[in-house]
């Protein structure tokens, strides 16, 4: 219902419409009870709701491996990431409740396919090393993205933010330690680090979004602050500071066209195959339909704990009503 993009998203030219974007040009907060262009809400209810998701959904291919973690401090570290990136989805999920939507319609809408989550999470993880190149590839460009999410126009998103971009760094981090034990390992150990970068470098690219030119939101998101950086500039950063993080470790990152451009200060590289890229959102990813199927029997098999929680609310308003 929400994820149905605004007939158009240019603002409207009233004055409210006019006042509101002075408050976004002066850097203000909007906040849930201000006024704000319909087209604005729905552009950030779209947003934060596939954000929520990503959190949610991203949990799936991690949790894979928290029964086969090669040791009790592994597995710990595991879980509690995981268990954050749940922590990620609420405060998200409630950011978007101060929209007018409820997490009900966003969950009705993400199963049947009208709201999307990240791209990444519809890729295998095969093995140990591949918790070592999600922490370290894919919460790293998560970081890249979500840092200048603290400072975008909508108050909720914002502070939601802050709080996740903390938790993100150790993610980041224990990520990085999986993949410099393995590459100071044996070197089968540092071949199944080398395959786990190869498998989750450009899918890590396609997660800042298509080029500039493709962007559909970009320009209109970038003017409401919604978005502070372009997709390119982002996925630049990450490049920039990824390749250094590769070369200590000791990994070739998979791109032969990868080089430092002096000219422009940042590493020339290979685009992702933005065919692969749209085919994975279209829904036909590696892992597309076992991730939905998961989330399907989830949302079934906690229908019972939703329907007691609410029985419960209702008795208990109705007892305060006949007070
Ligand atoms: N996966 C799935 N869909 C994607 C995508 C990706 N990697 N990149 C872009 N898209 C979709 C957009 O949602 C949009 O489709 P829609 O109209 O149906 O929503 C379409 O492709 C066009 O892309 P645009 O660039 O025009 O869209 P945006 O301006 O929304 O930019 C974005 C896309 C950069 C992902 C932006 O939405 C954003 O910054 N979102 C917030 C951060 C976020 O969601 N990150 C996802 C990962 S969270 C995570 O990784 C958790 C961590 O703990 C691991």
Request: with cysteine; hydrophobic share 40%.
């Amino acid at each position: 219902m929400y994820a149905q993009m605004v007939t158009s998203e240019a603002a409207d030219d009233s004055p409210e419409a006019r006042a509101f974007q002075a408050r976004i040009d002066a850097g203000e907060k909007i906040e849930p009870k201000d006024w704000m262009p319909e087209a604005y809400r729905r552009t950030l209810i779209r947003q934060i709701g596939q954000h929520a998701h990503s959190e949610i959904v991203g949990q799936l291919p991690e949790g894979n491996w928290i029964t086969r973690a090669p040791t009790l401090e592994r597995k710990a570290i595991l879980l509690a990431k995981v268990q954050d990136e749940a922590g990620h989805g609420l405060y998200l999920y409630c950011a978007a409740e101060t929209l007018g939507v409820s997490r009900d319609d966003l969950t009705e809408d993400l199963l049947s396919g009208r709201m999307k989550y990240s791209s990444i999470f519809n890729y295998p993880t095969l093995t140990w090393a591949d918790m070592g190149a999600v922490g370290w590839l894919v919460d790293g460009a998560a970081i890249m993205n979500q840092v200048p999410l603290q400072r975008t126009s909508y108050g909720p998103y914002a502070r939601a933010m802050v709080r996740i971009c903390k938790e993100e760094s150790f993610h980041q981090r224990q990520g990085y330690d999986i993949m410099l034990k393995m590459c100071r390992g044996t070197p089968a150990q540092k071949r199944m680090a080398q395959d786990a970068m190869n498998r989750f470098w450009y899918p890590a690219l396609m997660m800042f979004g298509p080029s500039d030119k493709d962007s559909v939101h970009s320009a209109q998101s970038m003017a409401w602050r919604i978005k502070i950086n372009t997709n390119d500039e982002l996925r630049q950063k990450f490049v920039d500071e990824t390749v250094p993080q590769a070369e200590f470790l000791g990994l070739a990152i998979p791109d032969t066209d990868l080089r430092w451009n002096e000219e422009r200060g940042h590493y020339d590289f290979s685009e992702p195959d933005w065919t692969e890229f749209y085919d994975v959102i279209k829904g036909n990813g590696p892992c597309n339909v076992e991730r939905m199927t998961a989330r399907r029997k989830a949302w079934d098999d906690g229908a019972w704990v939703r329907e007691g929680l609410l029985a419960h609310a209702r008795k208990k308003a109705g007892k305060v009503a006949a007070e």
